[in-house]
């Protein structure tokens, strides 16, 4: 019985985790707002596991008979979360790039967002309880 690792709580566990990250990276972000050259990072995670989910592959799916051999077709993997640096740009004489309101708004966004997911593990949790105690 394959309860809590099904593609759905694998999905959900790595959105907690690109929201944990995310919320790092923004603190980080509003710590060195007057810092002399510090660039802005940012966290990408929904728009890999939307590309990860039906980016482009084929209808079909490949049956690996090995480990080594190529996937093909659509995967339930679960990308990681990346973090990247915007060196492009600069909001400040001191060529900072944070913008304070900006980062406040994108913590509140990730702490809606983070509050949803923990929302629904829990409600599958509470699902998988009741089917299991037969209430």
Same mark, same amino acid.
């Given at each position: 019985m394959n309860l809590l690792n099904g593609t759905s709580f694998q999905?959900? *566990?790595g959105a907690i985790q690109a929201a944990n990250k995310r919320q790092q990276v923004i603190s980080n972000n509003i710590a060195n707002v007057d810092t002399?050259?510090?660039? $802005?990072s940012e966290v990408s995670f929904e728009s890999l596991l939307q590309q990860t989910m =039906? &980016? &482009?592959m084929p209808a079909l799916k490949g049956n690996r008979t090995d480990e080594r051999h190529f996937v093909i077709g659509p995967t339930s993997s679960v990308p990681l979360?990346?973090? #990247? *640096?915007d060196?492009?740009?600069a909001m400040n004489n001191n060529?900072?790039?944070? =913008?304070?309101e900006h980062e406040? #708004? !994108?913590?509140? =966004?990730?702490? !809606? $967002?983070?509050n949803a997911y923990i929302t629904q593990v829990? *409600?599958?949790i509470k699902m998988m309880r009741t089917a299991v105690e037969g209430r």
């Open positions: 999905k959900l *566990e002399p050259y510090f660039k $802005r =039906d &980016g &482009g979360p990346v973090v #990247s *640096e060196t492009s740009t060529l900072n790039n944070v =913008d304070i406040m #708004s !994108l913590l509140a =966004d990730n702490q !809606l $967002r983070y829990n *409600e599958k």
